[in-house]
């Protein structure tokens, strides 16, 4: 099915640790978001890409790091994990400017 | 920057009809999106206005004021399933080219 494909689903890590969340979608959208949702609250955008090969700041990135790979994939790494950092991550696509995102199933990531 | 607000809770019965607001502040605005959350589930997108007045799909509807930087979701016919989280999102021209989302109103339908 198109769509968004997150990886992992779940993952645990210990403070101070790194990894990388992977984001891949089939829909040959040009824009890719990264946001990050903590328990009762909204989305919040770490990092976007509006095209390929272009990254821009949102509005938490501090502790995160992304690479638009290509047109299909947009990794968010964390350099050093924070217990803050625990959270649900989502990806998303959309073509340029437009208000529909699709969003992959979740990043749920808990650091101890 | 962007701020919205919406409200943090809605109940309903089955059958019902129900307006979820949501006020917006933001300069250049593009358009309102409207999203819906179960738990544990990923935000699937409802509707987008960029021009004012209602749009309808379905059950849903979406209305935007621009001149009040106001709009709604209006949801016909309630049923259980309905019952989830709702976020408006807004788009403006300025800086970062990127949803800005609510916090997000919870729904609960009852029987």
């Known amino acids: 099915n198109a769509g968004v494909t997150q990886t992992p689903k779940f993952q645990v890590l210990k403070t101070g640790q790194s990894m990388t969340l992977q984001c891949a979608q089939d829909m040959n959208h040009n824009s890719m978001y990264w946001y990050r949702q903590d328990p009762g609250m909204g989305l919040r955008l770490i990092y976007y890409?509006?095209?390929?090969?272009?990254?821009d700041k949102g509005e938490v990135p501090n502790g995160y790091n992304v690479s638009r790979l290509n047109k299909r994939e947009f990794s968010l790494r964390l350099e050093s994990a924070a217990p803050s950092q625990t959270s649900v991550y989502f990806c998303?696509?959309?073509?340029?400017?437009?208000?529909?995102?699709?969003f992959g199933s979740g990043t749920r990531l808990t650091v101890v | 920057g962007q701020s919205l607000e919406q409200p943090s809770e809605v109940t309903a019965v089955e059958g019902a009809i129900v307006q979820i607001n949501c006020t917006y502040q933001?300069?250049?605005?593009?358009?309102l999106s409207w999203y819906q959350q179960h738990d544990g589930g990923a935000p699937t997108f409802l509707s987008y206005?960029?021009?004012?007045g209602l749009e309808e799909t379905g059950r849903f509807s979406s209305f935007l004021s621009r001149s009040d930087s106001y709009g709604y979701l209006l949801l016909q016919e309630l049923q259980m399933k309905d019952s989830a989280s709702y976020f408006c999102a807004v788009r403006d021209r300025t800086g970062r080219r990127a949803l800005t989302f609510g916090s997000g109103t919870r729904l609960q339908v009852q029987p």
């Open positions: 890409s509006a095209s390929e090969g272009t990254t």
């Open positions: 206005n960029a021009l004012d």
């Open positions: 933001t300069s250049g605005f593009y358009g």
């Open positions: 998303a696509s959309s073509e340029e400017g437009q208000g529909g995102y699709t």
